[in-house]
C-alpha cells in the first residue's frame, strides 16, 4: 500500500456564529470526513483486489471487499448530492470520489456479473444507478441493464423481505420513478418493520435489517413513508436497539439507528441527541469513528498492518454511515438539535439518575462510552435519558436470563413513573411467560 495518509480531523467550530450554524457546520465537517475516508478506502480496496492480497482472517482483521466498498461509497455519494453547492470543498472531494467510482461501477467485473447472474443484477449494478442518481449518468450502461431486466421474466435466488425491498427500491431508482412513486406497501407489511421489534433479544443482524428497511422504504430520507405501524412504536423501538448499540460500543451500528429520525422527517429524541454526541466525541477524540472490532485489532500484534490499514478495514463502514446520517440531518429541518434536549419527566424530576439508577445497572467488565458520558451530564439532561438506562439495564438483564433483575428493573420503572417503553413491556410479558411456566412445572410435579 502506498505511504499512509493522516486521517482528517474532525475539529469543534469556534467563532461568534450560533449554535446552530455551529452544529451546521460541524455536521458537514463529518460528511467531509466520510467522503475522504471513502476515497482513500476505495484505492485500498483496488490496489489489494489488484495484488491478490490476503483477504485476512483469524491473525488479521478481514480485507476489504472491493464490490462492498464501491456500492457503499456510491450510496455515501448519492446521499451528498442534495448538498451541491452548499459547500464547494465538498463538491469537489464528492467529484473525486465519483471519477474513481465510475471505472469500478461499469467496469469488465460489474459487466461479467450482470452476464453470469442476471438474477442478481440490480444489486450488481447498485453502484451503477446511484452513480446516476447522484448527476453522473452512462446511457449505454442504462440501456445493456434495462436490456438484461425488461420483458425477461423473474429469475435469480430466493431473497428476504428486506432484500425485496432493496430491490424494489433500486429499480425505481432505475426507472427514474423514486421521487414520484411510493415504496410498495406490500413489500413494506413483509419487513421486519412491520411487527414488534424483540428489544430484549434481537441482534445486530436484526437490527441492521431494521436500518435498511427505514433507508429502502423512505428512499434515504427523500420521502415520506406510510409506515404499517404508528411512527411513535418504530422510534421507540429504535432508541431502545440505539440503548443495546451504545451499551456494546457499536458505534457502526448506532450511527445507522440514528438516520431513523431524520430519514423518518421526525423530531430527535433526548436519547438520540445524546447518541450523536457521543458518537461525534469517539469521532473527535480519534479522527475517526471507530468501527467495532477497531480497539481489538488496534491491541493485536503479529498482523503486519500499518494503522491505516486497521482503520480502513475496521472502521471505514463506521465513518461511512456517519457521514450517512449526517448528509441526511443536513436537509432542511432534520438536524439534531444544537442544545441539549429536557424530557417532560425531567422537569419533575424525584430521583438522582447518576446515584441511584445508573449503580443499579448490572455490572460489565468493561465501561462503555455512554455511560462515561452520562455521567458527566447536568442532574436534568440525565433525567431525560432515564429510557436509556432503562433499556440498558432490561438488556443486560434478559441477556443474562437473570429474572431477578429484570423483575427489579420493572419495579424501577414504576418508581421512576417510566414504563411505556418497548422493553418493560416486553420484560413484562417475559416475566408473565417464566410465571406460566413455573406453574405448569408444578402442576407436573404434583401429578407425578
Known amino acids: 500500500m502506498s505511504a499512509v495518509v493522516s486521517m482528517p480531523s474532525v475539529r469543534p467550530m469556534v467563532g461568534r456564529r450560533s449554535v446552530a450554524t455551529r452544529r451546521r457546520d460541524d455536521l458537514l465537517g463529518r460528511v467531509h470526513l466520510a467522503v475522504r475516508l471513502a476515497r482513500r478506502t476505495l484505492k485500498a480496496a483496488v490496489a489489494a483486489e489488484e495484488e491478490v492480497l490476503a483477504k485476512g482472517g483469524t491473525e488479521a482483521p478481514a480485507a476489504l471487499v472491493l464490490g462492498k466498498v464501491v456500492g457503499e461509497a456510491a450510496m455515501l455519494l ?39 447472474d442476471a438474477g442478481c ?16 449518468p452512462d446511457e449505454a450502461f442504462d440501456r445493456l441493464l434495462g436490456d438484461i431486466l425488461d420483458g425477461n421474466e423473474a429469475c435469480g435466488p430466493e431473497r428476504l423481505p428486506n432484500h425485496q425491498l432493496e430491490c424494489a427500491w433500486l429499480d425505481q431508482i432505475r426507472r427514474g420513478r423514486v421521487d414520484v412513486e411510493p415504496i410498495d406497501e406490500e413489500l413494506l407489511m413483509s419487513t421486519c418493520i412491520a411487527w414488534p421489534l424483540d428489544v430484549l433479544g434481537c441482534s445486530t443482524l ?55 429520525w431524520p430519514m423518518l422527517q421526525q423530531p430527535w429524541s433526548p436519547v438520540a441527541v445524546f447518541a450523536f454526541d457521543v458518537l461525534a466525541s469517539a469521532q473527535d477524540a480519534q479522527g475517526f469513528l471507530p468501527g467495532p472490532d477497531h480497539a481489538r485489532w488496534m491491541a493485536a500484534t503479529g498482523h503486519g498492518l500499518a494503522h491505516e490499514d486497521v482503520v480502513q478495514r475496521t472502521s471505514y463502514h463506521a465513518n461511512l454511515v456517519m457521514g450517512m446520517l449526517c448528509a441526511v440531518a443536513l436537509q432542511a429541518g432534520r438536524e439534531p438539535p444544537a442544545e441539549p434536549l429536557m424530557a417532560e419527566q425531567a422537569l419533575n424530576m424525584r430521583h438522582r439518575l447518576d446515584g441511584d439508577l445508573l449503580r443499579r445497572l448490572p455490572p460489565r467488565p468493561l465501561v462503555p462510552r455512554w455511560q462515561r458520558a452520562f455521567l458527566a451530564l447536568e442532574e436534568r439532561e440525565q433525567a431525560a435519558l432515564s429510557s436509556l438506562c432503562f433499556s440498558v439495564w432490561f438488556r443486560r438483564a434478559a441477556a443474562a436470563n437473570d429474572i431477578a433483575r429484570l423483575r427489579d428493573a420493572l419495579a424501577a420503572t414504576l418508581e421512576y413513573d417510566d414504563g411505556d417503553g418497548p422493553s418493560a413491556h416486553q420484560a413484562l410479558k417475559r416475566l408473565q411467560r417464566v410465571t406460566a411456566i413455573g406453574r405448569l412445572h408444578a402442576v407436573a410435579v404434583a401429578a407425578r
Open 78 to 116: 448519492r446521499t451528498t448530492a442534495p448538498l451541491r453547492g452548499e459547500d464547494e470543498t465538498l463538491d469537489v472531494e464528492a467529484r473525486l470520489l465519483a471519477v474513481q467510482l465510475v471505472a469500478q461501477a461499469r467496469g469488465a467485473r460489474v459487466r461479467e456479473r450482470l452476464c453470469n
Open 206 to 260: 436484526d437490527l441492521y435489517m431494521f436500518t435498511h428497511v427505514v433507508m429502502y422504504a423512505s428512499d434515504m430520507g427523500r420521502r415520506p413513508v406510510h409506515l404499517p405501524r404508528p411512527v411513535e412504536e418504530i422510534l421507540a423501538e429504535a432508541e431502545a436497539g440505539l440503548a443495546a448499540a451504545l451499551d456494546a460500543d457499536n458505534f457502526d451500528l448506532a450511527a445507522e439507528l440514528l438516520w431513523t
Open 121 to 136: 443484477a440490480l444489486e450488481h449494478a447498485s453502484a451503477h444507478l446511484f452513480l446516476g442518481d447522484a448527476g453522473y
